[in-house]
């Protein structure tokens, strides 16, 4: 249907920075709300950040409020942008799209397509 593929994860030290990248060959995103999620091994699928519709805002999760920023380069492609990473930003993080809703909310409920996930360590 939409196939979500993320990249740009990776082991890094904490305090340093990753750019996660999601897309979907031969679709563009720019119509749907498009959400970043996080799960830890034992714990529940977080939501972290996510993207309105073209023109919509954006909502962030608190614990990465002014350290993450998500943005679209262009009209196939949504961006997370992390910075000054601690230990409990490991995970797997995924990006979803929503097919219904113009204005994205941080509940998973509320997504229809989801990628297969990128592995993000941070660990010294």
């Known amino acids: 249907q939409l196939p979500l593929v993320e990249s740009g994860g990776n082991l890094v030290q904490p305090g340093g920075s990753l750019r996660l990248l999601c897309a979907a060959p031969?679709?563009?995103?720019?119509?749907?709300?498009i959400g970043w999620f996080r799960q830890a091994p034992g714990k529940e699928r977080e939501g972290v950040s996510c993207?309105?519709?073209?023109?919509?805002?954006t909502n962030y999760v608190d614990s990465v409020k002014g350290r993450f920023t998500i943005a679209r380069d262009n009209a196939n492609t949504v961006y997370l942008q992390m910075d000054s990473l601690k230990s409990e930003d490991t995970g797997i993080y995924y990006c979803?799209?929503?097919?219904?809703?113009?204005?994205?909310?941080?509940?998973?409920?509320?997504?229809?397509?989801w990628g297969q996930g990128t592995q993000v360590t941070v660990s010294s």
């Open positions: 979803a799209a929503d097919l219904v809703g113009l204005y994205c909310e941080l509940t998973s409920d509320d997504y229809d397509e």
């Open positions: 031969g679709f563009t995103l720019d119509k749907y709300a």
């Open positions: 993207i309105s519709s073209t023109g919509g805002p």
